[in-house]
């Protein structure tokens, strides 16, 4: 009887050998190879957009392209208290924009300034 049990438990045990040998021959085909690198890189390139398309906006925000002239209390934008609507002004300049104390930063930084805290690594002049 116990012949009988060993013989089974060894058939058994083959098979289930067998079957994981043939799985990772399988996983380790090239063309499973380049189809799971294909999608690594897939994946690390749509996570490198990601990153980069939220430190634009943030740089966006931070250096104010993103907002408007016409939000802009008279004298900020360039434009003199009384200037109508259809005034056209100079463009807004560093002294403006760093009066207006944009994005968080204090009033008393200047443009390098800032730009020496967005830019990482960057060098003071």
């Given at each position: 009887m116990s012949r009988i049990f060993y013989l089974a438990f060894g058939?058994?045990?083959?098979v289930?050998?067998?079957r994981q040998a043939a799985k990772a021959a399988a996983a380790l085909t090239p063309t499973?190879?380049?189809?799971?690198?294909v999608q690594s890189i897939q994946e690390f390139l749509a996570d490198v957009r990601e990153a980069?398309?939220?430190?634009?906006?943030?740089?966006?925000?931070?250096?104010?392209?993103d907002r408007d002239p016409d939000d802009d209390p008279p004298?900020?934008?360039?434009?003199?208290?009384?200037?109508g609507a259809g005034a056209a002004g100079p463009a807004v300049t560093g002294?403006?924009?760093t009066g207006a104390g944009t994005a968080g930063y204090p009033d008393d930084l200047d443009d390098a300034e800032r730009t020496m805290?967005?830019?990482?690594?960057?060098?003071r002049p």
């Open positions: 058939a058994a045990a083959g289930v050998v067998v499973s190879l380049a189809g799971s690198l980069a398309a939220e430190r634009e906006e943030e740089i966006r925000g931070a250096l104010g392209l004298g900020i934008s360039g434009r003199p208290a009384d200037a002294a403006a924009v805290r967005l830019v990482p690594g960057a060098r």
